[in-house]
Nanobody, 126 residues
């Protein structure tokens, strides 16, 4: 079973940047796709970004395209989410999740991922 732990959240002003990290253990990171999701208070958990096992393919939600970048370092068992030009509407708890797959197709539904971290809070002030 993959175990995921997020870090790097915090409070930032609009226009600022944060880099989230997702450290994995329990299985080889290169065996899984990894997705980032976020959940604002009272809202559903929504897809943000995902990356294939060796970073050959990445996918982003329309709301973050051009501002967020997902990357991974399998040797460090870590996936990153670089978030630039942050907006107040980016405020949410951010989660990483994994799914074993060798496919080049990336999934965006929460139900497609089977191992989740506990989340890290990102707050963007206006």
């Amino acid at each position: 079973q993959m175990h995921m732990v997020e870090s790097g959240g915090g409070l930032v002003q609009a226009g600022g940047s944060l880099r989230l990290s997702c450290e994995a253990s329990g299985r080889t990171l290169s065996s899984v796709q990894v997705g980032w999701f976020r959940q604002a208070p009272g809202k559903d958990r929504n897809f943000v970004a995902a990356i294939t096992r060796y970073a050959s393919n990445r996918k982003y939600a329309d709301s973050v395209k051009g501002r967020f970048t997902v990357s991974r370092d399998n040797a460090k068992n870590t996936v990153y989410l670089q978030m630039n030009d942050l907006k107040p509407e980016d405020t949410a708890v951010y989660f990483c999740a994994s799914r074993p797959s060798a496919s080049a197709v990336l999934r965006t539904a929460t139900g497609d991922y089977d191992a989740w971290g506990q989340g890290t809070q990102v707050t963007v002030s206006s």
